[in-house]
């Protein structure tokens, strides 16, 4: 039915009324049994138990509002021009998809560098680690490597005793020299 046409409201039972306010609140009703409730509560004859359900209705309508001859078109050719204007424009999923590739290589830099942070850290753990299980191999180890140590340094230190001896000459002959 049209909103134009009448209908026999005082005809409708309070019954049907009550079926059909059942099914309304169900979200069941097709858009013409949705138009008769409301035709039936725009009366002002209404029974008292239906009141409230009345105000219900009229305020989620409110006052019908006539729609201008010609709209329909008016909006599907709209619809269309903004249909052709986005069909141009370019797709935003290769900017949601750089983002989430963005994401993953971010990810993946964060994780290698934390792997790599791992592996230092065991390394470093491993220069420290013990290498001699007895005390006594540990002492006798350093002990040797000790006597190394001062055999090379007593080596180094020579040259440098006769460089001074050197030195020491040349200064005594320069001292002369300006002396004189």
């Known amino acids: 039915m049209r909103p134009n046409e009448k209908i026999?409201?005082?005809?409708?039972?309070?019954?049907?009324?009550?079926?059909?306010?059942?099914?309304?609140?169900?979200g069941e009703t097709s858009r013409d049994e949705e138009y008769r409730l409301m035709q039936f509560f725009r009366q002002e004859n209404v029974s008292s138990e239906l009141e409230a359900d009345r105000k219900v209705l009229l305020s989620l309508v409110g006052d019908e509002i006539k729609i201008p001859d010609g709209m329909e078109q008016k909006l599907e050719s709209l619809i269309g021009t903004l249909g052709a204007k986005e069909a141009q424009k370019p797709v935003r999923k290769t900017v949601r998809l750089r983002y989430a590739l963005v994401s993953i290589a971010?990810?993946?830099?964060?994780?290698?560098?934390?792997?790599?942070?791992?592996?230092?850290?065991?390394?470093?753990?491993?220069?420290f680690a013990d290498t001699y299980k007895n005390p006594d191999e540990a002492y006798q180890a350093t002990m040797?490597?000790?006597?190394?140590?001062s055999e090379n340094f007593s080596k180094g230190v020579e040259p440098l005793e006769k460089a001074g001896e050197h030195i020491?000459?040349?200064?005594?002959?320069?001292?002369?020299?300006?002396?004189?």
């Open 106 to 127: 971010a990810t993946l830099l964060l994780l290698i560098g934390v792997g790599i942070l791992y592996q230092q850290h065991q390394k470093k753990q491993d220069l």
């Open 8 to 26: 026999g409201h005082k005809h409708m039972k309070i019954e049907k009324i009550k079926e059909l306010l059942e099914k309304f609140y169900r």
């Open 144 to 149: 040797q490597a000790l006597e190394v140590f």
């Open 168 to 180: 020491e000459e040349t200064q005594k002959i320069v001292n002369k020299s300006i002396n004189k």
